[in-house]
């Protein structure tokens, strides 16, 4: 058996980390999409994205690794949990029964797609001799010096992929400014709205020159100004 | 570990995360399946970076948990802003841009 997996030289342990962290994935995953309480998928997300960054690991990627805990783990499943709290909802029925036989029909589809590229996988890794089938099949020989420490991947990045790197830095900048639009209430927009309607007409009565404090009120010695321009 | 095994697994659980996005009515748990399905690019992207040794898969997964932090920080907000207004998560009641 051993030698149609191609894992004659694969150690015994390594093969046992491998099969409980995938076990770990999908059972995680599963559960995460099937539990009517919206904090207990959200627990088993964390745990999948931990059996993941396991995972990572083992294809000695050890900056994405540590990066799929902090971010993913950490920050993104905080902001998950937050809105958990918010909305705070039992569903009656979490499945959806509405249109179910064109959803049953999509499930099927990704379901024939991924057995299909599963199918590929399989058989291309048993053509012998093969380019495709030496790379499916490697992955036990140890990889280039420094390959996925902070310091490697970082070179990359900075060397070939700078530009990527600066359009997600906007990108982010632009996900902080968007989330602060759409989650805002309409109270806080009609707040917003009165204060700059009444910092226009403090600025239409004083004329140009006057200094505005952040709140909209005229700045100290304003006030002469403003009669100043009164009588002017 | 070969890579094959790898893959087969990112195969399956990009499987799971879609029928995940496509049967639940929950939009917070729709989210959490598209940072499944997510995982499972990631996973694909570093087996295939591992095996020749090439950094690049590294560097795209950096940018693809970027782009995870982007999706779920503003799918996030508009579910909430959703909710705000309509006192609901539901998407099959979600249907205002359907008429």
Same mark, same amino acid.
């Given at each position: 058996?051993?030698?149609?997996?191609?894992?004659?030289?694969?150690?015994?342990?390594?093969?046992?980390?491998?099969?409980?962290?995938?076990?770990?994935?999908?059972?995680?995953?599963?559960?995460?999409?099937?539990?009517?309480?919206?904090?207990?998928?959200?627990?088993?997300?964390?745990?999948?994205?931990?059996?993941?960054?396991?995972?990572?690991?083992?294809?000695?990627?050890?900056?994405?690794?540590?990066?799929?805990?902090?971010?993913?783990?950490?920050?993104?499943?905080?902001? #998950?949990? =937050?809105?958990?709290?918010?909305?705070?909802?039992?569903?009656?029925?979490? &499945?959806?029964?509405?249109? %179910? $036989?064109? !959803?049953?029909?999509?499930?099927?589809?990704?379901?024939?797609?991924?057995?299909l590229g599963a199918w590929v996988?399989?058989?291309?890794?048993?053509?012998?001799?093969?380019?495709?089938?030496?790379?499916?099949?490697?992955?036990?020989?140890?990889?280039?010096?420094?390959?996925?420490?902070?310091?490697?991947?970082?070179?990359?990045?900075?060397?070939? #992929?700078? =530009?990527?790197?600066?359009?997600?830095?906007?990108?982010?900048?632009?996900? &902080?400014?968007?989330?602060? %639009? $759409?989650? !805002?209430?309409?109270?806080?927009?009609?707040?917003?709205?009165?204060?700059?309607?009444?910092?226009?007409?403090?600025?239409?009565?004083?004329?140009?020159?006057?200094?505005?404090?952040?709140?909209?009120?005229?700045?100290?010695?304003?006030?002469?100004?403003?009669?100043?321009?009164?009588?002017? | 570990?070969?890579?094959?095994?790898?893959?087969?697994?990112?195969?399956?659980?990009?499987?799971?995360?879609?029928?995940?996005?496509?049967?639940?009515?929950?939009?917070?748990?729709?989210?959490?399946?598209?940072?499944?399905?997510?995982?499972?690019g990631n996973l694909a992207f570093?087996?295939?970076?591992?095996?020749?040794?090439?950094?690049?898969?590294?560097?795209?997964?950096?940018?693809?948990?970027a782009l995870a932090a982007a999706?779920?920080?503003?799918?996030?907000?508009?579910?909430?802003?959703?909710?705000?207004?309509?006192?609901?998560?539901?998407?099959?009641?979600?249907?205002?841009?359907?008429?």
């Open positions: 058996v051993l030698e149609t997996l191609s894992l004659t030289d694969v150690s015994p342990p390594e093969i046992a980390v491998f099969v409980i962290l995938a076990l770990g994935t999908l059972g995680g995953a599963l559960y995460t999409i099937t539990r009517r309480n919206p904090v207990t998928a959200v627990m088993s997300l964390v745990a999948t994205f931990f059996a993941l960054a396991a995972l990572y690991a083992t294809l000695d990627a050890h900056f994405v690794a540590v990066l799929q805990v902090l971010v993913y783990a950490g920050a993104i499943m905080v902001l #998950f949990i =937050f809105v958990v709290m918010i909305l705070n909802r039992e569903e009656v029925q979490p &499945i959806s029964f509405k249109g %179910i $036989v064109t !959803r049953a029909l999509g499930v099927m589809a990704v379901a024939y797609i991924s057995y996988v399989w058989s291309q890794r048993a053509q012998k001799g093969s380019a495709i089938a030496s790379l499916l099949n490697s992955g036990s020989a140890a990889p280039p010096v420094g390959y996925g420490t902070v310091s490697g991947v970082g070179m990359s990045m900075f060397r070939e #992929f700078v =530009f990527p790197f600066e359009a997600i830095s906007l990108l982010l900048l632009v996900a &902080i400014v968007g989330g602060l %639009i $759409v989650s !805002r209430s309409a109270h806080q927009t009609e707040l917003a709205e009165e204060r700059a309607r009444h910092i226009e007409e403090v600025r239409a009565k004083a004329g140009p020159e006057i200094k505005l404090l952040p709140g909209g009120e005229p700045a100290e010695g304003a006030d002469d100004a403003h009669a100043a321009a009164g009588h002017h | 570990m070969p890579v094959y095994a790898y893959l087969l697994l990112s195969f399956v659980l990009f499987l799971i995360g879609t029928s995940g996005v496509i049967l639940r009515r929950n939009a917070l748990i729709v989210l959490m399946s598209i940072e499944l399905q997510l995982n499972a570093l087996s295939f970076a591992r095996a020749p040794g090439d950094q690049k898969g590294n560097v795209f997964t950096f940018f693809v948990i999706e779920a920080a503003v799918g996030l907000a508009i579910l909430v802003g959703i909710f705000r207004t309509r006192q609901t998560a539901n998407l099959d009641e979600i249907t205002l841009m359907k008429r």
